[in-house]
């Protein structure tokens, strides 16, 4: 699977929610799979009809703005009373109103409608009703990545793509989840879906997810089986993907762009700073690109220019005799492909040098470390 180098770089869990789970907003069959499998089987009987789908959708604030809106079709001030049982708030408190009357959304409130609120219900000055306000207002603005709904079941699920859980946040779906349903008569469910290695959360009411089980769930879709496994974001000094704190890239990003751009303009070399000699010494590592010599990748620059190829990245083979064995043994000869900015290959193959190699067997160096090695200079061709 290729992806784009802007793709790449958008490391956010809106985008890979939507990448690889957004296929279930229009098939039926795969929602029904996906709540089996959250909630157990049997969790859907054929009276609770369709599955219902949303992503990243502030559902209490909805509910709130409906209901507000729609204030004068249920009994004078019994919406705010059986939100203020359900909120800890005294039954007879009274919301803030706007000029025209409506009452305020929630979400709008400020701190001085909530001074206004606590004053005109003669609780001014009340700290633990001006706590159970913020926690109300905190709770209704709170935006679940994946709702699932079906017959009298109401489901938030939270994603986590690279960090753990936020402070709070899965109390506060769980206080939504438990909140809207009831005032509808529903039961309220939450989980997590997130990396293995990211954590788990804390509360029991919460249950846990990984990728790697979602991605088994879907085997039989490549569309979303795929996109998971593949997937690897550059987050806190290393390549890490969805199944593993370690993972190879992907495919070039932005700033491998950029990289390129300035390994084909000539620059000064730098003097290390004074007191401390550069660390040009690839130690132990016996996979090291410079154990190959400036010869070996001196014809991969010919095959490339040969082809007008502009590569900002070199793959060689990583499997069989190391190649720190080279320096005893020329025949230590690894398969390489060059990749450019826009992920386009070329491999060291006469029969079909545009199909690449598997990367999982390789390692990639940029262009811009090899043009910089000591003494290496003869194995650049900027052209």
Not at 4 to 21: D, P, S, V, W
Not at 48 to 73: K, P, Q, T, W
Not at 208 to 216: D, I, K, P, R
Request: glycine share 8%; with cysteine; aromatic share 10%.
């Amino acid at each position: 699977m290729r992806f784009g180098r802007m793709e790449i770089q958008a490391c956010g869990e809106n985008n890979f929610t939507m990448k690889a789970l957004g296929l279930l907003a229009f098939r039926q069959d795969l929602r029904i799979r996906l709540v089996e499998k959250l909630a157990g089987a049997g969790a859907i009987s054929e009276a609770d009809g369709d599955v219902n789908i949303l992503f990243f959708s502030r559902i209490g604030e909805n509910f709130l703005r409906e209901a507000i809106e729609r204030e004068g079709a249920a009994p004078k001030g019994e919406f705010e009373a059986r939100i203020n049982r359900l909120s800890g708030l005294p039954e007879d408190f009274r919301w803030h109103r706007k000029p025209d009357r409506h009452l305020s959304q929630p979400a709008k409130w400020r701190r001085q409608h909530k001074l206004q609120m606590l004053e005109s219900n003669g609780k001014a000055g009340d700290r633990e009703l001006h706590a159970r306000l913020d926690e109300l207002q905190k709770c209704l603005n709170t935006e679940p990545d994946l709702v699932l709904q079906w017959g009298r079941k109401l489901a938030l699920v939270e994603i986590k793509v690279l960090s753990g859980e936020g402070e709070n946040q899965i109390d506060r779906q769980i206080r939504l989840g438990k909140l809207l349903c009831d005032l509808l008569g529903w039961e309220p469910l939450n989980f997590m879906i997130g990396p293995e290695h990211g954590g788990q959360p804390e509360q029991k009411d919460c249950h846990f997810f990984s990728w790697e089980t979602v991605a088994h769930w879907f085997e039989d879709v490549p569309e979303i089986e795929t996109y998971i496994r593949s997937f690897a974001f550059y987050y806190k000094g290393s390549w890490q993907s969805m199944l593993s704190s370690r993972a190879e890239s992907p495919g070039p990003t932005l700033y491998d762009e950029m990289l390129g751009q300035f390994a084909q303009q000539p620059r000064p070399s730098e003097p290390a700073p004074p007191g401390k000699a550069p660390n040009l010494d690839p130690g132990s590592d016996p996979w090291h690109f410079s154990h190959l010599g400036s010869g070996y990748f001196k014809d991969v620059f010919i095959m490339c220019k040969h082809h007008r190829f502009h590569p900002i990245r070199i793959w060689t083979g990583k499997v069989g005799r190391p190649y720190i064995e080279r320096l005893e043994n020329p025949r230590v000869n690894p398969n390489w492909m060059a990749e450019d900015a826009d992920g386009n290959t070329l491999v060291d193959s006469v029969s079909n040098p545009s199909k690449p190699f598997s990367k999982a067997r390789m390692k990639w160096v940029s262009v811009q470390e090899i043009r910089g090695w000591p003494d290496w200079s003869d194995a650049f061709h900027p052209d």
